[in-house]
Nanobody
Framework: VQLVESGGGLVQPGGSLRLSCAAS????????MRWYRQVSGKERELVAG????????YYADSAKGRFTISRDNAKNTVYLQMNSLRSEDTAVYYC??????WGQGTQVTVSS
């Protein structure tokens, strides 16, 4: 099982980023997938989740209305579109397979 995140970077407040998580080594279309984030010294926080077919999604209150999770099962990839970014969104973002596998994370920094 391998999960590889990409798409992080430095963005100004109000800007957008799209994170990608490329999955391999398992039947991607069979698994619920999630995005978490973690600020140094704090617990990892669930941001969003998506069912195996993409038909059902979940968002933390902090993400509602600004972030969109999606997936392309043909490409074995899950995405997190983040709009209207705020400084408090600064964190390392992790892709997660619901039964406990994690990617290495991608840093998102929101700063002017």
């Amino acid at each position: 099982v391998q999960l590889v995140e990409s798409g992080g970077g430095l963005v100004q407040p109000g800007g957008s980023l799209r994170l990608s998580c490329a999955a391999s080594g398992f039947t991607f279309s069979s698994y619920y997938m999630r995005w978490y984030r973690q600020v140094s010294g704090k617990e990892r926080e669930l941001v969003a989740g998506i069912s195996s077919t993409g038909g059902s999604t979940y968002y933390a209150d902090s993400a509602k209305g600004r972030f969109t999770i999606s997936r392309d099962n043909a490409k074995n990839t899950v995405y997190l579109q983040m709009n209207s970014l705020r400084s408090e969104d600064t964190a390392v973002y992790y892709c997660n397979r619901v039964d406990g596998f994690w990617g290495q994370g991608t840093q998102v920094t929101v700063s002017s």
